[in-house]
Every structure is written in C-alpha cells, then in structure tokens.
C-alpha cells in the first residue's frame, strides 16, 4: 500500500485491520452498514489494486491472455475479465478500461504480487511492460446522492453501467446506477476526499464487500484462486467471457464447459448468523462425501449476521451448511436463477 495513502487515512482517523492490510473503517462499523443501506457512502477500496499494462503489444497480449475481448473494448467503457489457468479456472480477475493508451487492471490487492509474477512470463517478445500503479488510488462512491456527490465534486457521472468518463488524471467508472469508481492520483486526494466527504460518509472496505454481494459482484481473491471455471461464478453473464474470441489460457474448457452445459456449480447471495469467509468451505448432508460450495466473497449485514456470494452445486444449495455437515445453517438464492 502506498505509504502516502495510508498515513491520509489515519489522519482521517481510519482505522486499519490488525494486519494492516486493508481499512476496516472510521470507528463504527455497525453504523457506516447502516448508512450504505440508505445513505451515500465514500469507501477508500484499500482491498483492491491496480496494475497497467502499456506498450505497442499491450492490447493483443491482454487479449490473448484474458477471458472478454480487448481488441474491440472501447475507449469510453470498462470491462470484466478472468485470466484463467491452463485448467480453465480463474486465476484473477479484473476490471479493465484504457487511458492515456495504456491498460488499466483492477483486482484485488492480494493477487498483485502473484499476478506480477506469473502474468510477465507469457509476454516473451512482446512489446508489453506491466506494472503496479502505485501512485493511483480508488474509491468507492455509492448511494442515493452519488451523481450529486460528484457532481459537486467536478467529477463527471458516467450514465451508462461500465462506462467510463475521464477527467484530467481522474477516471470514473460507474458500476451499476448509484454505485461509481473514482481512480485518482494520491497527490490529489486530500482535496478530492474533501469535496467527496462533506455529503458522502466514510466508511470501511467491509461495507464495500457488503455492496458487491447486493450487486453480485464476483471478485476472485488469494483465498479463491483458481477454485472457479468462469461458469462458476455467473462470470459469463456480466461480459466476463467472450466464446467468440481466439485462444486464452483455458479457453478450451471453458468453451466445452459452456456448450456441453456441464456446469453444476453457480453464483448465490448466501446469508447465515455465523460469520462468512472468502474461501469457506460448504457442505451439505445430501452429498456427504465431498464439499458442495466455497465462500466467494462476505461481509456483515446491516441486518445483523453475514451475508455473502457463494459457488454451490445447484442440487443441493436448499440445505447448506458452514464448514461441516451439521455447521450452521445458510440461506440461498441463485443470483441468476
């Protein structure tokens, strides 16, 4: 983490997890949830990272290597992808958008140093340097007053999901309707975070993780790395996988898997008193020999407990349990039912 990054948010008095990994919030936790259930928030997303990619090869080698189409991703939107491994299951994923002709990667910070070393070695004579970005930072906007929030800003407001509006060194990409990214330089943080906080509230990356279960939003992390073929996760049905593509890395499975419909595991908004974590396993009584699911993403709920995304073996996701065949008891609904 940029060390300038970090000392702005404890001078904002944000308060860091015990490994200092990620900002777990401004001092109460129970009340930034409740504000992102009604409220706009301003969430620092410490939790995620960027890398670029630049160079007169950059874009076939993203391409090549990625699951969606760069060649033909526009300059005016983002886009989701996976980077697969040779067995088609997910390595990372990203959010990927272009500026200044470079390639910008969101993906979640614990997967930098992985995707630093291992995505280079396929470059080979390429013309592509990829590296981290870090001297840019993002936040999260989200609520009922975000378009004003920026506006007021002097921050455009993308009208469009996954569309993305430039202004100066700032980038914005708005999500879904009320919920943006601001991607700015940290040198220009202290007066953007001003303008941003006098209507927006501070809060925590776990109330970020809470917005993406309500939106569906598949991270991969370090706890789920290559446990998902795209399928798993719905991935394909946010634009995350084009079949109409060349060769990546897996794309033979994961083409098989989409046309031979073989996929039994899917995406699922899972909630449950006990506490969640990425990486979970789950079980279920009706298939006691082996694992029916795995934690994708989680967070505490406004409502109290956890919620969180999940890949379940759609046959038995009505009796599901945390961790052991009599763990706690989760509630499910398919995300794409």
């Known amino acids: 983490m940029n060390p300038n990054w970090r000392s702005f948010l404890e001078s904002a008095a944000g308060v860091f997890s015990a490994d200092g990994a990620e900002l777990s919030g401004f001092g109460d936790l129970a009340g930034e949830l409740q504000a992102a259930a009604g409220q706009t928030v301003l969430v620092p997303l410490t939790h995620l990272a960027q890398l670029e990619a630049h160079?007169?090869?950059?874009?076939?080698?993203?391409?090549?290597?990625?699951?969606?189409?760069?060649?033909?991703?526009?300059?005016?939107?983002?886009?989701?992808?996976?980077?697969?491994?040779?067995?088609?299951?997910?390595?990372?994923?990203?959010?990927?958008?272009?500026?200044?002709?470079?390639?910008?990667?969101?993906?979640?910070?614990?997967?930098?140093?992985?995707?630093?070393?291992?995505?280079?070695?396929?470059?080979?004579?390429?013309?592509?340097?990829?590296?981290?970005?870090?001297?840019?930072?993002?936040?999260?906007?989200a609520g009922p007053q975000a378009a004003e929030v920026l506006a007021a800003a002097g921050l455009p407001c993308p009208d469009e999901d996954l569309a993305l509006a430039l202004a100066g060194e700032q980038e914005v990409v708005r999500l879904e309707a009320g919920r943006y990214l601001i991607v700015t330089p940290v040198s220009a943080l202290p007066d953007l975070w001003q303008k941003l906080s006098v209507t927006a509230r501070p809060a925590g990356v776990p109330v970020w993780r809470w917005l993406d279960v309500a939106a569906a939003f598949p991270l991969v992390t370090l706890a789920t790395k290559e446990e998902f073929v795209p399928q798993m996760a719905d991935f394909e049905k946010i634009g995350g996988v084009s079949f109409h593509k060349g060769c990546y890395p897996g794309q033979e499975i994961v083409a098989r898997t989409q046309y031979l419909g073989k996929v039994k595991r899917h995406l699922f908004r899972v909630s449950c008193a006990a506490e969640l974590k990425a990486g979970d396993v789950l079980h279920s009584p009706g298939n006691p020999d082996q694992s029916v699911g795995l934690i994708m993403s989680a967070a505490a709920a406004p409502q109290g407990g956890f919620s969180g995304l999940a890949v379940i073996q759609s046959s038995h996701a009505d009796n599901v349990r945390l961790g052991a065949l009599d763990g706690p008891l989760l509630q499910t609904a398919a995300v794409n039912p």
């Open 55 to 141: 160079g007169d090869d950059a874009q076939s080698f993203l391409h090549n290597q990625f699951t969606s189409d760069i060649n033909h991703l526009p300059a005016e939107r983002a886009q989701h992808a996976g980077w697969c491994s040779a067995k088609g299951r997910m390595q990372a994923s990203f959010l990927v958008w272009q500026n200044a002709g470079a390639y910008r990667l969101l993906l979640a910070a614990d997967l930098v140093e992985f995707t630093l070393k291992r995505l280079p070695m396929f470059i080979l004579r390429a013309k592509v340097k990829l590296a981290a970005c870090a001297e840019r930072v993002v936040l999260g906007l």
